[in-house]
Nanobody, 120 residues
Framework: QVQLVESGGGLVQAGGSLRLSCKAS????????MGWYRQAPGKQREMVAS????????NYAESVKGRFTISRDNAENTVSLQMNSLKPEDTAVYYC?????????????WGQGTQVTVSP
């Protein structure tokens, strides 16, 4: 099992920046990939960014490319999401997730979520 704890959400004006962090309860080397998802009110949850821990391969939603950066800190068992040039449409609850194996396409473990609110 893996426990994931997010932090770093908050309220920011459009054009501002926030950095989200997700701390895992075990070494992230034991996790195939980690990702950030978000869910806005009335909308489906969507993938924002992901990173594979083996080779640092990253993937981003088109809507955040060039603005968001996902990274990992092996020593701290942490994955971060740097969010720049934030827009009101980025407002959502952001969730960290862990995918344990390349053999399973889904994410197995989820954090509790952290609210990000971007004001116009």
């Amino acid at each position: 099992q893996v426990q994931l704890v997010e932090s770093g959400g908050g309220l920011v004006q459009a054009g501002g920046s926030l950095r989200l962090s997700c701390k895992a309860s075990r070494s992230i080397f034991s996790i195939y990939a980690m990702g950030w998802y978000r869910q806005a009110p009335g909308k489906q949850r969507e993938m924002v960014a992901s990173i594979t821990t083996l080779d640092d391969s990253t993937n981003y939603a088109e809507s955040v490319k060039g603005r968001f950066t996902i990274s990992r800190d092996n020593a701290e068992n942490t994955v971060s999401l740097q969010m720049n040039s934030l827009k009101p449409e980025d407002t959502a609850v952001y969730y960290c997730a862990a995918r344990m194996s390349i053999a399973t396409p889904r994410y197995d473990y989820w954090g509790q979520g952290t609210q990000v609110t971007v004001s116009p």
